[in-house]
Every structure is written in structure tokens, then in C-alpha cells.
């Protein structure tokens, strides 16, 4: 399996755009998971899905962000209109319930100018 | 949810053996403890998981005490690269109400020197 995969890498985009992040979760896994990290906050939980609804979107900042995980084996974090403050690394990962740990993506480094 | 406590940073010297404690005193019956480490520009990686007592992996090892307020991961012999931020979660993996709210605090910064 080629784990959890996350595009794009990096994303620099201008205040005001709207930006998606996107992410395929491993095969098989029932939950998706939404990070966010920065060096003041550290790793923040978004939002997170189970068999792809959404159970809890209390971390999500803001009504500018959303998230949609249409089917299994995709999902997609929007943020519209970005802002400055906006820039951070946004983290994806999935797991399985009842077997260890998360896994997770390789993030998406965020920079609004 | 059960808080975590860890320390902000530690310093080793390569081929020591390094202990990061974590204390967890709200753990609940059904919790697990769950260490995870995370290098620069990657995301988490999962180590180790543990219920009671002792449970070893290739990497790491865990020792759980019998009341289970604490947590102590070992790394023996670290490299440089065993440089990294260390996270201890407690959770349960079963699904449970905690299970998709796990936080990660903090985190230990271990630096590893020549």
C-alpha cells in the first residue's frame, strides 16, 4: 500500500483564493482525520470522518474552511478565502478501528502571501 | 479525554539509551497508550502501543505501570537519527468516544549529539 497520500506538496497561493488540499486514505481504513500543525499550535485536529461522515468538525477554525469526503478513498480540505494566517502544514491521515495508531500523510505546506 | 503530560525537550549523546515519561493520571479503563514520533517536514509516524505492563518492537519498548498514570518509552542505543518530537497519546483504538479526538500535546523534542 502506498499509505496515505496528500496533494499538493506545497501551496502558495495569494489572500483571497480559495485553496483544496486533497488526500487518499489507506484502502480499507474507516476513519480520515484532518490536521492542521504550526509552530505556535502545534498539531490541532480539524475534522475527522468515520465511514465517511463526518463526527466532529469542532476543531475546524473557521466557516471558511470545509471539508467533503465524498467516498472512501478520497477526501478534500477547502479553505475559502484564504488569509496570511492560514499558512501551516495540513496534515491527513487515516486508521482503522480497533487496530493501532493513525497514519499519516506527508502534508501539505500551506503559505498564503 | 485523559491530558498528557511530557517533557518539552531532552538532550542524549548516540549509543545511550533514552527514557521519555508521560504522565496520564485521568487514563480511562478502556485507554491504550500510544506513542508516536514525527521528523522535520513529515508527518507522524506511529512507534508503539501499549495497555499494561511492558511491550516491546523492534524500535522502542514501553513500560506501563500497574495504576497506569504514566507511561515511559525507551529507545535503546539512539543514532542521530532518532532526532525527532516525541508524542504520547492515550486513547481508546477500539472506537470509542476518545478514539477520533486524540490531541496531540506538546510533544518531546529529543536531540541526539554525536
Known amino acids: 500500500d502506498a499509505g496515505v497520500i496528500q496533494s499538493p506538496r506545497h501551496e502558495v497561493t495569494e489572500m483571497g483564493q480559495e485553496v483544496t488540499l486533497r488526500c487518499k486514505p489507506i484502502?480499507?481504513?474507516?476513519?480520515l482525520f484532518w490536521y492542521r500543525q504550526t509552530m505556535m499550535r502545534g498539531l490541532e485536529l480539524l475534522i475527522y470522518?468515520?465511514?465517511?461522515?463526518?463526527?466532529?468538525d469542532s476543531g475546524m477554525p473557521e466557516d471558511r474552511f470545509s471539508a467533503k469526503m465524498p467516498n472512501a478513498s478520497f477526501s478534500t480540505l477547502k479553505i475559502q478565502p484564504s488569509e496570511p494566517r492560514d499558512s501551516a502544514v495540513y496534515f491527513c491521515?487515516?486508521?482503522?478501528?480497533?487496530?493501532?495508531?493513525?497514519?499519516f500523510g506527508s502534508g501539505t505546506r500551506l503559505t498564503v502571501v | 479525554l485523559a491530558k498528557t503530560t511530557q517533557p518539552i525537550s531532552m538532550d542524549s549523546y548516540e549509543g545511550q539509551e533514552v527514557n521519555i515519561t508521560c504522565s496520564h493520571n485521568?487514563?480511562?479503563?478502556?485507554?491504550?497508550i500510544t506513542w508516536y514520533q514525527q521528523f522535520p517536514s513529515q508527518g507522524p509516524r506511529f512507534i508503539i502501543q501499549?495497555?499494561?505492563t511492558k511491550v516491546t518492537n523492534e524500535v522502542a519498548s514501553l513500560f506501563i505501570p500497574a495504576d497506569r498514570k504514566s507511561s515511559t518509552l525507551s529507545l535503546p542505543r539512539v543514532s542521530l537519527s532518532d532526532t525527532a518530537v516525541y508524542y504520547c497519546?492515550?486513547?481508546?483504538?477500539?472506537?470509542?468516544?476518545?478514539?477520533?479526538?486524540?490531541?496531540f500535546g506538546q510533544g518531546t523534542i529529543l536531540t541526539v549529539h554525536p
Open positions: 491521515a487515516s486508521s482503522l478501528r480497533g487496530v493501532r495508531g493513525y497514519t
Open positions: 484502502s480499507g481504513h474507516d476513519y
Open positions: 470522518f468515520n465511514n465517511n461522515v463526518p463526527i466532529d
Open positions: 485521568n487514563i480511562a479503563t478502556n485507554d491504550y
Open positions: 501499549g495497555y499494561k
Open positions: 497519546l492515550v486513547g481508546d483504538p477500539a472506537g470509542g468516544t476518545s478514539y477520533g479526538k486524540l490531541t
